[in-house]
């Protein structure tokens, strides 16, 4: 635009050229259609290698020659393409994807998960769910792999997946559906689960003890009490994931109502605690309760030991430590899961059920597991054995100490057995700051089940603890794998959930899995399922060149030929390139050229100089036995090869021709019988001192009688790059002033790209001018086509035909004759 002078003084002003450079297309991008055993449907997927193939669809025989036709396209020089996986879906015997539906531990919908894959691939998929995270109570681990079956019968984990601390809370960044159905390469999830079935909810686990409520006055103020040596007992909540608020009980004053009155206490008690928490976190967000806790020493019941719970409807409740551990209370009452206590999610109830055999504590009911809290760990009523599946394993005296009477009222917070089993003495050494009577003897029996395993390899169970849960894990074994677990004297074996090794995805197994759809591969892809594949790869691919469409077992000759015609229309839609196998019932150059079932009955609907047939199928070597592949795939990586060392203008056919990867051809022809085959074609694909070459370089529109323009293939496939990169190259035309500046640019741009084809010799010609012409100015766009917004660009080239016959005269020179 103008400058605008204000000053005196020089100006400076660039003037854009107009040149815009032209950048021509790539011509050898396949695209291959076909059945596969995995991967998505109807989803085009890039692939760079043979290795990328098999990432994503596998190399396993699916039904057709999809796999080994993309592996002969990169042996032959193919760099890059799109594959399509299709499958019947609209037939009698359509294709599934493997589903299971995960049960709570309640045995209600939790996650509905279907392979990513439809197939039965997706039956090896197996899950493996876990509660061992940081909140145990809240959070859940999974594990998402397929068997690899070997021929000598041993699995093999693959594609492994594990996926930490996730969660059934829909505003949760780690909710497990959208985590597995944005991160999973092999399956997706959806919640199946309902409302959450309760309030969130923090209990202690260390346990007020007291023999009546005026004793337990004096515990809770032996407790919270304010001394001349301590004031503040603090600790910090958050709820629904907002921020922690510090809450201090020190402000608690038991010196007047309603704390006064030892009848009320544990009414009160709660009352004045959710009150300090709510001018915190707000009005009525949080209600406090005294839970029955284990029972065992001297004067005490379930009903006079308690557990402090601080519960939430409005979402989850997490308790941290004070900010001064002097002043801290959270570690005394064993407040929060880092200090030992239990913190459960209101979205707990609606996780999977976790896999093995599975102590299950009863939070949820308020009891924390009592009865199984209430065992000593040593005496008549200790646990002796525990049998997993008919196998004992010996607990001995989980602690070789004698059980220590504590009388009521309770001993001051500072005692350290309070950290520790209470019916037992403390062990040597320091408090186990996170440990309680439950988690202490769980991690005791888990001790003696590995140890029993370690002196007994064939032994299939080991187990873990994973917060106040028992889990007895089977190494080996298939996958419904389960036992049946009871416990001498005492029997915990009802607590205990029995559960598989792992989820199957399309097989049942154990009672914590329902609503199975096993995988089917489904029956041969129909004409349908093709054009669907075409649908999608017109939305989602921005460039292809050659089209595959590799034999499928499921079809027979008819279905094979109904599918070349729409094929060869999409390709001409695309600009792009048809490559085509021959039929299973050409066995000779008669039937090949013939009139009943030979080359003429294909071009029928064909758009034939957007095709070309090879001629005849090859051989491959394939787990030691030999197999016949249609020529298409190794046909388009020969197609880029040439394409790559010569140029798009060259046939992909002659002496360098050469095919790799094959080791012969279904059948061999002599001169004679290429001679019947060329002048209709069909291009013959030949057995040479020097190789396997392709012999042939004609489009189906080819025959001799047909005199048409695109009789070969380099000049079809040249034009087309020309028209695909000047499509593209001339898009900033569009609403520029149509008139004789912009026709000027247009050509200076359309001449440069072309002079430089000129250049590497894609046309004839000895000059510019007899190679090409470029036009575009008043004689090619009216005045009413301007008005009418057009601007018409005329493109001629002269192409370069192959020498498809060399002929040799000789002579013999007679001698001089002598005058």
């Known amino acids: 635009m103008p400058v605008t002078v204000t000053y005196p003084g020089v100006y400076v002003q660039e003037i854009p050229s107009g040149v815009r450079t032209i950048t021509g297309v790539g011509t050898s991008i396949g695209l291959f259609v076909g059945r596969a055993l995995k991967g998505p449907l109807y989803d085009p997927i890039q692939c760079l290698s043979i290795e990328d193939f098999e990432r994503a669809f596998t190399s396993q025989y699916a039904g057709g020659d999809l796999a080994r036709a993309v592996r002969l396209f990169f042996q032959n020089g193919g760099t890059q393409c799109y594959v399509s996986r299709i499958a019947d879906e609209m037939g009698t015997n359509t294709v599934k994807a493997a589903k299971v539906q995960l049960l709570t531990e309640s045995k209600a919908p939790s996650l509905d998960i279907t392979a990513r894959s439809p197939g039965a691939l997706g039956n090896d998929i197996r899950i493996g769910v876990s509660y061992g995270t940081g909140d145990p109570e809240a959070s859940f681990n999974l594990e998402v792999f397929r068997w690899a079956r070997s021929s000598t019968g041993a699995d093999t984990k693959v594609d492994g997946e594990i996926y930490v601390g996730l969660s059934m809370n829909p505003n949760s960044p780690r909710y497990a559906p959208d985590i597995l159905t944005q991160q999973s390469r092999l399956v997706t999830a959806a919640d199946a689960s309902a409302a959450p079935g309760g309030p ?245 029996i888990a001790s003696a089940i590995q140890g029993f395993r370690a002196a007994n390899p064939l032994f299939p169970w080991t187990a873990e603890v994973c917060g106040s849960r028992l889990a007895i894990l089977p190494v080996n074994g298939p996958d419904t794998l389960s036992a049946a677990v009871s416990t001498s004297g005492t029997d915990i074996g009802p607590n205990f959930n029995q559960n598989t090794r792992y989820y199957s995805l399309g097989s049942a197994g154990g009672a914590f899995q329902s609503g199975v759809v096993p995988g089917v591969n489904g029956g041969p892809p129909s004409a349908a399922d093709y054009e669907r594949a075409y649908q999608t790869a017109d939305r989602e691919i921005d460039l292809f060149n050659l089209l595959v469409l590799p034999k499928d077992s499921g079809h027979v000759d008819a279905t094979t030929r109904a599918l070349w015609g729409p094929a060869s229309i999409f390709c001409q839609r695309r600009r792009a390139f048809l490559i085509m196998d021959p039929p299973s019932d050409w066995t000779d150059s008669q039937k090949a050229a013939g009139p009943a079932v030979g080359v003429d009955t294909l071009r029928i609907g064909l758009v034939k ?94 025959d001799d009688g047909f005199a048409s323009e695109y009789k070969y293939v380099p000049i079809r496939r040249l034009a087309l790059y020309i028209e695909e990169s000047l499509y593209r190259g001339v898009k900033w035309v569009v609403f520029e002033p149509n008139d004789e500046s912009l026709w000027a640019q247009i050509r200076l741009n359309v001449g440069a790209f072309m002079n430089n084809l000129f250049r590497q010799g894609a046309f004839q010609g000895q000059t510019p001018k007899d190679a090409y012409f470029v036009k575009c100015d008043a004689s090619t766009t009216t005045q009413n086509d301007r008005n009418l917004g057009i601007v018409n660009i005329v493109v001629g080239f002269a192409p370069l035909k192959p020498a498809e016959f060399v002929v040799l005269t000789l002579q013999q020179m007679a001698g001089q004759i002598q005058a």
């Open 200 to 444: 969130g909810f923090s209990q202690g686990g260390r346990p007020i003890a007291a023999a009546s409520n005026a004793n337990l006055r004096s515990e809770l103020i032996a407790l919270f009490g304010k001394t001349a040596s301590r004031t503040s007992f603090q600790f910090r909540i958050s709820v629904d994931g907002g921020p922690a608020q510090l809450v201090d009980l020190g402000d608690l004053d038991f010196t007047v109502a309603p704390l006064l009155n030892p009848a009320t206490i544990q009414t009160n008690i709660c009352t004045a605690i959710a009150g300090l928490i709510n001018a915190r976190v707000g009005p009525s967000v949080v209600t406090v309760s005294l839970q029955n806790g284990p029972a065992g020493q001297t004067g005490e019941t379930n009903q006079t030991t308690k557990l402090l719970r601080i519960a939430s409807a409005a979402g989850d409740v997490q308790i941290f430590p004070g900010p001064n551990p002097a002043t801290d209370i959270a570690a005394a009452l064993m407040l929060g899961t880092a200090q030992g206590g239990a913190e459960v999610s209101r979205w707990a109830a609606s996780r999977p059920a976790p896999n093995g055999v599975v102590f299950v504590p009863d939070h949820a009911s308020g009891t924390a597991a009592v009865a199984f809290a209430a065992l000593k760990q040593t005496g008549a009523t200790s646990l002796g054995k525990i049998t997993i599946g008919g196998v004992d394993v010996p607990l001995g005296p989980l602690l070789a100490t004698t059980p220590t009477a504590v009388a009521a009222p309770a001993v001051p917070i500072a005692d350290p057995r309070f950290f520790q089993d209470r019916n037992s003495a403390k062990p040597a050494g320091p408090p186990d700051p996170v440990s309680d009577g439950v988690r202490e003897k769980l991690g005791l």
């Open 609 to 702: 100089d957007y095709a070309a047939l090879f001629y005849p199928n090859l051989k491959i070597t394939e787990a030691g036995k030999d197999v016949f592949v249609g020529p298409s795939g190794a046909i388009a990586g020969l197609m880029a090869r040439i394409d790559a060392s010569r140029g798009v203008w060259k046939a992909p056919a002659g002496t360098e021709a050469d095919l790799r990867g094959v080791t012969g051809v279904q059948y061999r022809f002599t001169d004679g019988e290429n001679g019947v085959m060329n002048p209709k074609g069909i291009n013959t694909i030949r057995v040479f001192p020097n190789g396997i070459v392709n012999w042939g370089a004609r489009t189906m529109d080819g």
